[in-house]
């Protein structure tokens, strides 16, 4: 099954900083490559999301990169706020494989 | 409608009791999904309904019964919960019974099980 981990675990940064979590999977099958945001108390929420044919995306203060052959992809936040705070998932996969989620990273952006 | 709900918010139920979660979609799609969320853990997939029809079951203990009624309705009977089930139940759904699909989460069913 897919093998997925999330760096760092932990992420904290002053506001109107940048911030940069990777994902890396072990199944070259995936191409679908998306970003959970879990606020806490929340439910887990999509903010972004690529697929294999794409090496980039952006949307206004959020992107997410892929390397297909090194088996990761991140995600970008710039100018980060405090509605930023949260945790991060990743969640990598393709047709027919297993509904895994990474371990997340919390992300804290300090005033 | 892009809103998945459910209910009931909030349940505490002894380890002898018998409960149902209920979760709800309109959105058409016919993927649904429960999950199981401990503290500070990523969501961890417990079944998959696909048309009504269950195509996984992460071999989850027989305490956890799913059930499809409709295309819009998920529930999860719960029987015979342990402690150690306490945690926060995620509904999902999805166009379709695929990974490469985005999941539409409900806002959870928080459990205490004393």
């Known amino acids: 099954g897919e093998n997925v981990e999330q760096h760092p675990s932990t992420l904290s940064v002053q506001e109107g900083d940048s911030a940069v979590i990777k994902c890396t999977y072990s199944?070259?099958?995936?191409?679908?490559f998306p970003w959970y945001k879990q606020e806490l108390g929340k439910r887990p929420q999509l903010i972004i999301d690529i697929r294999s044919n794409v090496g980039e995306k952006k949307d206004q203060r959020i992107a997410v990169t892929l390397n297909k052959t090194a088996k990761h992809f991140s995600l970008h936040i710039t100018e980060t706020q405090p509605e930023d705070s949260a945790v991060y998932f990743c969640a990598p996969g393709g047709y027919g494989q297993n509904f895994v989620f990474g371990p997340g990273t919390r992300l804290s952006v300090l005033p | 409608d892009t809103e998945v709900t459910q209910t009931p918010k909030h349940l505490v139920m002894g380890m002898t009791n018998k409960k149902s979660l209920k979760c709800e979609q309109h959105?058409?799609?016919?993927?649904m999904y429960w999950y199981k969320q401990k503290a500070k853990k990523p969501p961890e997939l417990m079944f998959v309904y696909s048309y009504e029809k269950l195509s996984i079951n992460e071999s989850v203990p027989s305490r956890f019964s799913p059930e499809c009624p409709n295309s819009s309705l998920l529930n999860l009977h719960l029987h015979a919960l342990q402690p150690e089930d306490s945690a926060l139940y995620l509904c999902?759904?999805?166009?379709?019974?695929?990974?490469?699909?985005?999941?539409?989460f409900g806002p959870g069913t928080r459990l205490t099980v004393t």
């Open positions: 199944d070259s099958a995936s191409n679908y």
């Open positions: 999902a759904s999805s166009q379709a019974d695929r990974r490469d699909y985005e999941q539409y």
């Open positions: 959105m058409g799609h016919r993927a």
